[in-house]
């Protein structure tokens, strides 16, 4: 996951933060929420039966955040990964902080390219093994 965001009311009040606003009133009457957390919350529970469950499981994630993003408030991809299973075990799972990275020009460091790359290699180096 890349700068992910917890939600599209959510994201909708970081974005239009003023009162005056109309549009952060709105976000509750969003017909679909995308809560990500939510979702990732629901994913590492065992019970659950889902691709994004599976791999939650798995403990194979990356969070790649931007450190200066202005879109994405780093907070809502620090709490997704928070409330992710990888956060709480010895798994695979990553939380990088991109130096430096605004939200759009983060695949352009070398410390995203550096650690997508590794990212890929253990993943590949983990499927391969099963």
Known sequence: LENPFASI???VQALYPERWVPYRYLAPLAWDKWDAVAAM???????????????VQSGDILVM???KDEVVPKAMGE?????SACAN?????KKVVVEEALH?????QRQW???M??????????CAAS
């Open 79 to 83: 709490e997704i990964w928070d409330v």
């Open 65 to 67: 955040l931007s450190e």
């Open 113 to 115: 390219v550096r650690e």
């Open 117 to 126: 790359r590794k990212f890929i290699a253990e993943a590949g180096t983990s």
């Open 41 to 55: 919350r629901n994913a590492a529970r065992n019970d659950v039966q889902s691709v994004l469950a599976r791999i």
């Open 9 to 11: 009311p959510r994201m």
């Open 104 to 108: 759009e020009n983060a695949w352009e």
């Open 89 to 93: 075990t010895n798994g695979r799972g």
